[in-house]
């Protein structure tokens, strides 16, 4: 299977900047679309940023102008600049993959386990 393992997270004061890296392994064969979702407590998860291998991101409008998605794709990793941060961005941070597994004929959907960012006012 393909796995994804998310690191960076931490805890940082208002307006400081962290940067969160997801690493991926098992065999894959092309990742379409990496992406960056959050959890904060007793909130829904939500999409906050997601990036094409093309190069094309799309960014929660909380987020526009803060974060900045990116990629490796000869890596297969996917990185969340995070600036100016919030208390309100504190949050679980999942990566996700999807993309083509052993062949072509094989696609795969992936998540991290997380990591935790915590903003302090």
């Known amino acids: ?17 962290l940067r969160l890296s ?10 379409n679309v990496m992406a960056w979702y959050r959890q904060a407590p007793g909130k829904q998860r939500e999409l906050v940023a997601v990036i094409t291998s093309g190069g094309s991101t799309k960014y929660a409008d909380s987020v526009k102008g803060r974060f900045t998605i990116s990629r490796d794709n000869a890596k297969n990793t996917v990185c969340l600049q995070m ?5 309100e961005d504190t949050a679980v ?9 052993r062949n072509y004929f094989t696609p795969f959907t992936s998540w991290g386990q997380g990591t935790q960012v915590t903003v302090s006012s």
Request: with cysteine; net charge neutral; proline share 2%.
């Open 1 to 17: 299977q393909v796995q994804l393992v998310e690191s960076g997270g931490g805890l940082v004061q208002a307006g400081g900047s």
């Open 22 to 31: 997801c690493a991926t392994s098992g065999t894959i064969f092309s990742i």
């Open 83 to 87: 600036n100016s941060l919030k208390p």
């Open 93 to 101: 941070y999942y990566c996700n993959a999807e993309g083509k597994g």
